[in-house]
């Protein structure tokens, strides 16, 4: 048995007897309360960590560790606050790790982009309609993902000018919104976004003066 499979079944057996004894403590100190599941999952890293990378299948142990983080993040909720069903805002991230390795070159695409934004978008959309309609929180992660496909696509063109308008421009409607939804009596909107002004402004004196010194 050459020396990579000897060290990927020692890490079997030791998580196997690691797990083991973790349940028999459980049982002995704490019958009542089945701890033992949470630190179990995370010992099962270290032999999926050595299998997928001895047989260099990355894409695997990315479906095999998205898929053992939502267990965990379920198995959490489910033991520690079962009246409180927060598990589906925490394991939307996770379900993209696998999509972008499987994805390959097309990860890096404009097109993965847009469409990872506006799934993303859509999700927490439902998300905040079905399960905390009192406060329009989406807003938020969906003005964070937009940043994604549209740096990505004016800086694959190189217009940086432009990017800055339409960050400017997408971060005005933000705050106004943020504004309206959060403290409507207070008009504090206008602080950031005098400061978001002076991003374009500034880059459009740079590409002046660079273009005058050229002609």
């Known amino acids: 048995m050459s020396k990579d499979r000897s060290v990927m079944w020692f890490s079997v057996m030791g998580c196997l007897m690691s797990i083991l004894f973790l349940w028999a403590i459980n049982q002995m100190t704490s019958p009542d309360t089945t701890w033992y599941v949470v630190p179990s999952l995370f010992l099962l890293f270290w032999p999926a960590v050595l299998i997928f990378a001895y047989r260099r299948q990355y894409a695997y142990f990315a479906l095999f560790g998205s898929g053992l983080f939502i267990a965990l993040l379920i198995t959490i909720n489910w033991m520690y606050s079962p009246d409180s069903l927060w598990f589906p805002y925490a394991i939307y991230p996770f379900l993209w790790w696998p999509l972008s390795v499987f994805s ?17 978008i859509a999700y927490y959309a439902v998300l ?5 309609p ?7 992660p969906a ?9 990505l696509h004016y800086s694959r063109k190189r217009d940086y000018f432009g990017l800055s308008v339409v960050i400017s421009l997408l ?6 919104a943020a504004n309206i939804v959060s403290s409507p009596d207070a008009v ?11 991003w374009p402004l500034s880059m459009y004196y740079f590409y002046h003066q660079r273009r005058s010194k050229v002609e």
């Open 188 to 198: 504090w909107a206008i602080y950031p976004i005098f400061g978001m002004l002076w």
């Open 104 to 120: 390959g070159r097309w990860a890096g695409t404009v097109s993965f982009a847009w469409i990872g934004a506006l799934t993303t």
């Open 128 to 132: 905040n309609a079905s399960l905390s």
């Open 143 to 151: 003005y964070g993902v937009l940043l994604w496909p549209l740096a």
């Open 171 to 176: 971060s005005i409607i933000f705050f106004v």
């Open 134 to 140: 009192g406060y329009p929180w989406a807003i938020y």
